[in-house]
């Protein structure tokens, strides 16, 4: 992923729960024949019994891009989080607009998983997202014969995290004064996605009591930041 040193994430526990908070992720094979082969799905971060962590997800049997995840295959898995137009018109001097994003890429090599770490998986993936359900269900609820005559259906697989790189886009290349303005515009849109980001840029770089929000010191400015 091209990711300009200025907005490259490089904090391990940051990355990691970016990753918990944004799991509906993409999945990126190459088939046999060169092409690649994408899914969507949702993919845990989770510890291995090595201490380390892994990714793990699975996928319906009916899709193909199962058979793609034995043998070590490598493959990607694309995390992306909040995303906004940044409209040039929100400087105070004339520049290009721009786009900020938050995003995380995991590389490594899939394997897939026996029946019995398949239901395990299932029971916490499960477990994770029935916590916020008024009347949360569980795997536990349902007798195991029924459950394991529905994993029919899916595979499960494991992928190792032999890289992983994040990109916080969040114009952290504009001085104090524009940055602000740009939260400031972003809130205005009304957009989900903008307010999202706005919280994200505050929390990374909070206004100082003595500083009103839009107002700083002018610096030098690039002319671009693509």
Request: charged residues 20%.
């Given at each position: 992923?091209?990711?300009?040193?200025?907005?490259?994430?490089?904090?391990?526990?940051?990355?990691?729960?970016?990753?918990?908070?944004?799991?509906?992720?993409?999945?990126?094979?190459?088939?046999?024949?060169?092409i690649p082969v994408a899914t969507h799905l949702p993919i845990e971060l989770l510890p291995s019994t090595d201490g380390q962590f892994h990714l793990?997800?699975?996928?319906?049997?009916?899709?193909?891009?199962?058979?793609?995840?034995?043998?070590?295959?490598?493959?990607?898995?694309?995390?992306?989080?909040?995303?906004?137009?940044?409209?040039?018109?929100?400087?105070?001097?004339?520049?290009?607009?721009?786009?900020?994003?938050?995003?995380?890429?995991?590389?490594?090599?899939?394997?897939?998983?026996?029946?019995?770490?398949?239901?395990?998986?299932?029971?916490?993936?499960?477990?994770?997202?029935?916590?916020?359900?008024?009347?949360?269900?569980?795997?536990?609820?349902?007798?195991?014969?029924?459950?394991?005559?529905?994993?029919?259906?899916?595979?499960?697989f494991s992928m190792t995290l032999d890289s992983i790189q994040g990109t916080a886009k969040l114009s952290q290349n504009r001085d104090d004064k524009?940055?602000?303005?740009?939260?400031?515009?972003?809130?205005?849109?009304?957009?989900?996605?903008?307010?999202k980001m706005a919280a994200e840029m505050v929390s990374r770089r909070p206004a100082s009591d003595s500083e009103p929000a839009g107002v700083g010191?002018?610096?030098?400015?690039?002319?671009?930041?693509?």
């Open positions: 992923m091209y990711t300009p040193k200025t907005f490259q994430e490089t904090d391990r526990d940051t990355l990691f729960q970016f990753i918990r908070d944004n799991s509906f992720a993409l999945l990126i094979s190459t088939g046999n024949d060169g793990v997800g699975h996928l319906a049997k009916a899709n193909p891009h199962w058979k793609l995840l034995t043998g070590q295959t490598p493959a990607l898995a694309v995390f992306s989080g909040a995303h906004s137009y940044i409209s040039s018109s929100w400087y105070d001097h004339v520049n290009v607009p721009t786009w900020n994003y938050l995003s995380v890429h995991v590389t490594g090599r899939t394997t897939l998983l026996t029946d019995d770490q398949t239901l395990d998986f299932l029971r916490k993936q499960v477990d994770k997202y029935e916590v916020r359900s008024a009347c949360p269900v569980s795997v536990d609820s349902m007798t195991e014969a029924y459950v394991r005559k529905e994993m029919r259906g899916v595979v499960a524009n940055y602000r303005n740009i939260i400031t515009e972003l809130r205005h849109t009304g957009d989900e996605n903008a307010e010191p002018m610096g030098k400015l690039p002319s671009s930041d693509q």
